[in-house]
């Protein structure tokens, strides 16, 4: 049997970071892909070792080495024994799986254990993710434009309009700890617009040139996100042929991705001060 070194890398990366993801999910835990991916590392440096020793102890005490180590790269600080557990459970599974597919294309064992498929198992993982990704993108994409509840929003900053869509978050709400006011979150989408490029790239990256402001954390699905809460932001809100003056509310820039221009609390909603007018298309 010929076994191609390109072939043991990329099988071992990306089962290693795949299963790494599934341990995360099991332990309900957001996908840490940067651990995955040293961890695929690492294990991949592992499989390519294997070959190289010849007494079973060895192999063994290198298996629990890798054990000890994946966890520690994956789940420490906190979730170590039970993450290592997880993982351990999601490769037991997926190699079980991949025996069970291999003996009915093949009726032998002894074939299913060695190669199993007559393609690298990697490529029908990785189309299977990518399928995935995608459909998934595209069925979030329609249940957010069909079921999300949106408010017309109009911001402006030192000259600058930007006329977008709000999501209408009712499960949530930003609030500053410090004046007790709404926020309304501005997505990078906007953000961007009402910055100018040397205040935008001081914005993203750091340094001198950003919005005057004060930083605080915005828990989400997607993690902690930074917003910048400043003060020379205007934001008006339209519901039918009324305009709605926010002013009791703060402003946070971000870098949050949306289709949405902005994420707005219900409890923005009830510091307007109704006008007469509609917003003009920018």
């Not at 790494?20 to 294990?43: F, N, Q, S």
């Not at 600080?77 to 993450?83: E, F, I, L, S, T």
């Not at 003056?245 to 949306?258: E, F, P, T, Y």
Request: positive net charge; hydrophobic residues 50%.
């Amino acid at each position: 049997m010929v076994v191609y070194v390109e072939y043991v890398i990329i099988d071992n990366f990306v089962l290693t970071y795949y299963i790494a993801v599934i341990a995360y999910r099991l332990l309900r835990l957001r996908p840490r892909r940067w651990r995955a991916a040293v961890a695929a590392l690492i294990g991949t440096g592992a499989a390519l070792a294997y070959p190289l020793l010849d007494a079973v102890w060895a192999v063994w005490l290198m298996r629990l080495a890798l054990a000890v180590a994946l966890s520690a790269v994956l789940f420490v600080p906190g979730h170590a024994v039970r993450g290592g557990l997880y993982f351990l459970l999601s490769t037991a599974v997926f190699g079980g799986a991949l025996f069970f597919l291999g003996y009915l294309l093949t009726g032998s064992a002894a074939a299913a254990t060695l190669q199993p498929l007559s393609v690298p198992v990697a490529v029908p993982v990785l189309a299977g993710a990518v399928l995935y990704r995608v459909v998934r993108r595209a069925f979030t994409a329609v249940r957010r434009r069909t079921a999300a509840e949106t408010i017309r929003l109009k911001v402006e900053r030192r000259g600058k309009s930007v006329v977008c869509d709000g999501l209408l978050d009712t499960g949530n709400g930003v609030f500053d700890e410090h004046t007790g006011l709404p926020v309304v979150v501005l997505t990078a989408r906007t953000t961007v617009r009402l910055l100018s490029d040397e205040e935008f790239a001081a914005f993203a990256f750091g340094g001198k040139g950003a919005p005057p402001g004060r930083w605080i954390g915005v828990s989400g699905a997607g993690g902690t996100q930074k917003i910048l809460l400043v003060q020379d932001v205007r934001i008006a809100l339209y519901t039918g042929r009324d305009k709605n003056i926010l002013n009791d509310v703060a402003a946070g820039l971000s870098l949050i991705r949306s289709p949405y221009g902005a994420i707005v609390g219900p409890a923005v909603l009830r510091e307007s001060e109704p006008q007469f007018g509609r917003p003009a298309e920018r």
